[in-house]
């Protein structure tokens, strides 16, 4: 094998393993939140967001199921930022 040959997949290697380590590090976001999530993006309190959420100012449609009622909230984080885009 030429050395540029070499060197070419050793840069390969390494820009592989860079790309794995930036995966780790950045994470893409998970697909379902909580309500602190939601208060930062509206600028309000958790409790408030719970408030809307017993009284239906958020759409049901953007809950998990089985969550509350106890638990903590969680809503779908594409739906929730629908709405949240268009309220």
Excluded at 38 to 47: F, H, Q, V
Aim: charged share 30%; with cysteine.
């Amino acid at each position: 094998m030429k050395k540029s040959d070499e060197l070419s997949s050793a840069i390969a290697e390494i820009a592989a393993n860079l790309a794995r380590i930036a995966n780790y590090f950045d994470r893409p976001p998970p697909d379902k939140v909580g309500t602190p999530y939601i208060a930062e993006r509206l600028g309000c309190t958790t409790d408030y967001v719970v408030v809307m959420v017993r009284e239906e100012r958020i759409p049901p449609s953007c809950l998990v199921p089985g969550t509350g009622n106890g638990k903590p909230w969680k809503l779908y984080r594409s739906r929730i930022d629908q709405w949240i885009e268009h309220r």
